[in-house]
């Protein structure tokens, strides 16, 4: 059985008030908020969740205590700049019973396609064998991986599938070709594509908007499974309309600022601020404050 068909949420980290460490209460509370929500899954410590600002031993002990928490499965990112540090907090992972891996280009430096093959190859022979380990495809900030790449990889049988936050047509169209001759498990990792990828059979999505927005984006969801169209077309342009200010702000401040409307505190951004940003942030929050209620009302399931 997938377990991570439909909706699946890429999770906030909040942060304390001072220092550098995760604040465990809160993104317990988010935890909580999502489940109780419906969503089909949770992934920790992805680009939504900044895993860059943490140690390996917040990220392990955060592990453990959303696994223990959650009523979903949840699937851990496990992205490191080294091999090895990868395979560590993979196996931290699935010590703490964690339903999968995700994996994603050593990050900061630039590698060329036949070292990222080698990574992902030695990778899930060191580290995939007691859990699904899930290709993380983000051009936006790591080595992008082509393709082609990606469908040799999955097509070893190594890999439980691929998370692909690239928002490409052409890509999504080149690992449906590849799953038709290799099943794996495809996700959709970018909410510009998520109406488009499910409607031509994507498996679910990991979605940053779900964290803030899990009504809507089951709301879609259904919506998508139901062909009925014209719910379809009302809850996309909400989408659309989220995605467009979310751009405005560096990953995830749109999203923390959305949850914070809603009244779960999300703690500090990771940087400043300016007062362009502050400006636009003030005018993003009026603004959710009446967008966000009627998006409820209408992302609910009637028929």
């Known amino acids: ?131 699904p380990v899930y290709i993380y495809n983000l051009p936006f900030f790591t080595s992008p991986l082509e393709c082609e790449t990606a469908c040799r990889l999955l097509a070893t049988g190594q890999f439980a599938g691929i998370k692909d936050s690239s928002g490409s047509v052409d890509y999504f169209r080149g690992l449906m070709e590849q799953r038709a001759r290799t099943p794996f498990v495809l996700l959709i990792g970018n909410d510009t594509l998520f109406v488009e990828g499910r409607g031509a059979g994507a498996d679910g999505g990991v979605s940053g908007v779900a964290c803030a927005l899990p009504e809507l984006m089951l709301g879609l969801d259904r919506a998508i499974a139901e062909r009925n169209q014209p719910r379809v077309e009302l809850l996309e342009g909400r989408l659309n309309e989220f995605i467009s200010w979310l751009d405005r702000f560096p990953v995830p401040v749109g999203i923390k600022a959305a949850l914070a409307v809603r009244g779960l505190r999300v703690g500090p951004h990771a940087a400043p601020t300016g007062p362009e940003g502050r400006k636009r942030l003030d005018e993003y929050s009026i603004w959710l404050k009446e967008w966000i209620p009627q998006v409820l009302r209408e992302s609910k399931h009637t028929k």
């Open 1 to 131: 059985m997938n377990l991570l068909k439909g909706v699946n949420v890429a999770a906030v980290t909040p942060r304390r008030e001072s220092g550098h460490e995760i604040d465990l209460g809160l993104t317990l509370e988010i935890v909580d908020f999502l489940c109780a929500a419906g969503v089909a899954g949770i992934g920790l410590l992805g680009t939504t969740g900044e895993f860059v600002h943490y140690d390996f031993e917040q990220r392990t002990r955060l592990a453990g205590l959303i696994v223990r928490r959650s009523r979903v499965p949840v699937v851990v990112n496990v992205t490191h700049s080294t091999l090895d540090g990868s395979v560590r907090l993979a196996r931290e992972a699935i010590t703490v019973g964690a339903a999968g891996v995700l994996i994603m280009p050593p990050y900061f430096f630039r590698y060329g396609q036949d070292d990222l093959e080698a990574f992902f190859l030695e990778f899930a022979a060191e580290a995939g064998n007691g859990v």
